[in-house]
């Protein structure tokens, strides 16, 4: 085989997996490849391979309970049902409140864990031992077209349609890959609203502030709902730990009159915010880190 035709089967073979560890290495004529030159990078491989299953399965544990939490409980299902109870009603206010009404009224949402329910997905990912879930993952996790309605978010939303009142789901899901499979998932599902104009993905800039902006040029927005710090117009993106703290408590009076909050113990901002580069630090580092907030 030739060398060009090696590389490109290589090449191949690594994009059509979801993820590819370690580089390509481009195989040479037998004549100029030393047995020592190769043997370094197996190993790197391989050892590559373990330590990202070892990250893997420690994230798949240190998760379980919190999904096991969003699967099962009760006390989830009650969160969900409350959420979308106080934005319906602030949604009727504003109906009915000429004031409100010198541009149209929008609501603004995210979809993933917010309207949208991924944890069968995340259990079925996390019981065969893997709890990362990185970009890859979730390409992969959308185009199944099997993300699940949250508890009573097909009637909340066919409720604000009924209103009157537009409907913006501004999420995170990387547009160019995914736009197709979540507009497919969204209608089945029973959703309105569901077309370029209000299903507003990322494209460029995974900063919503950007969208919520063009958003209320047009529209006066009543609510804004999501399940990380990152889905409503405050700047917490990129933010420390304690600066995401701050944020928050200096926007308290806005938290069920203007945001409301919805649930996350899997994933979020909130994961990253814990140290720097901390998706990347070993499962010893993690558990360091871990182990100092649980005990401040």
Known sequence: MKRSSLAWYVAVACLGGSL??????????????KASSIVPTTVTTQAEQAALKQKQQYQADTETMGLLWMRTSAEYRALAYQGYNVALN????????????????????????TVVDNTKLMGESIANGNGRFDAPWWRQAVHQGKSQAMPGAVEFLNEVHKQGVEIFYVSNRYAPVNYDATVQNFKELGFPSVDKDHVLLFEKDSDKQPRFD??????????????NAGDFPIGTKGKTLAERNGIIDAHKEDFGTTFVVFPNPAYGSWVSALAKGYQ????????????QYLQQ
């Open 280 to 291: 990347n630090l070993s499962p010893e580092e993690q558990k360091q880190v871990n182990n």
């Open 90 to 113: 602030l949604v009727k206010m504003a109906v009915a409140d000429p004031s409100h009404q010198r541009k149209p009224l929008a609501i603004v949402l995210d979809a993933d864990e």
């Open 20 to 33: 590819c560890v370690g580089s390509v290495v481009q195989a040479d004529s037998p004549s100029t490849v």
């Open 214 to 227: 063009a958003i209320a040029k047009k529209y006066n927005v009543i609510v804004y709902m999501g399940d």
